[in-house]
T-cell receptor
């Protein structure tokens, strides 16, 4: 089983719908992150959390919200989806500050 | 803010050729991470560099961080079709207090194609 699991893997939805992407991890890491990837733009940080009671905005948090339900779970919500939120979304985890981040397989989200 | 520029943006090589991908930072790097991504899939961690002048190798891939800690290179020797994918560098920026925020900024990626 994957250490960082994202669900769903693919989602097609319509403008204005509320969407939740879920991430769970079995690595025991405290730190969790949500990124989006767009062609030619690399990965951009949406939100991150260093423990269950800690939530921080990244560089592109507008239009998104997150919930850290437990150490192992970090969900990303789009309250009212719009087409320019069509992208590949990644969840990642890390142990300590200096350690590399470990990524899930991504969720491909298309908003029509 | 930290900016990472990767070059080239894309690269097409014949199997067996050597190649280099560069990652240049606008600021001093606290830590530099190389990842590989197959199209539409997750990122696989390759190597981490932290010290100026550091060099690490794994199989046919070698990564270096320059002494000033503002540029890193990823070199693949005798490339194979299995090396194809997107290579991304990520870095932890240093704030004014000299510490890291603990989150990564990524370059835009280099798309590598290896023809058999």
């Amino acid at each position: 089983d994957a250490d960082v699991t994202q669900t769903p893997r693919n989602r097609i939805t319509k403008t204005g719908k509320r969407i939740m992407l879920e991430c769970s991890q079995t690595k025991g890491h405290d730190r969790m992150y949500w990124y989006r990837q767009d062609p030619g733009l690399g990965l951009r940080l949406i939100y991150y959390s260093f423990d269950v009671k800690d939530i921080n905005k990244g560089e592109i948090s507008d239009g998104y919200s997150v919930s850290r339900q437990a150490q192992a779970k970090f969900s990303l919500s789009l309250e009212s989806a719009i087409p320019n939120q069509t992208a590949l979304y990644f969840c990642a985890t890390s142990d300590r500050e200096s350690q590399p981040q470990h990524f899930g397989d991504g969720t491909r989200l298309s908003i029509l | 803010s930290q900016e990472l520029e990767q070059s080239p943006q894309s690269l097409i090589v014949q199997e067996g050729k050597n190649l280099t991908i560069n990652c240049t930072s606008s600021k001093t790097l606290y830590g530099l991470y190389w990842y590989k991504q197959k199209y539409g899939e997750g990122l696989i961690f390759l190597m981490m560099l932290q010290k100026g002048g550091e060099e690490k190798s794994h199989e046919k891939i070698t990564a270096k961080l320059d002494e000033k800690k503002q540029q890193s290179s990823l070199h693949i020797t005798a490339s194979q079709p299995s090396h194809a994918g997107i290579y991304l560098c990520g870095a932890r920026p240093i704030n004014a207090g000299g510490t890291s925020y603990g989150k990564l900024t990524f370059g835009q990626g280099t798309i590598l194609t290896v023809h058999p």
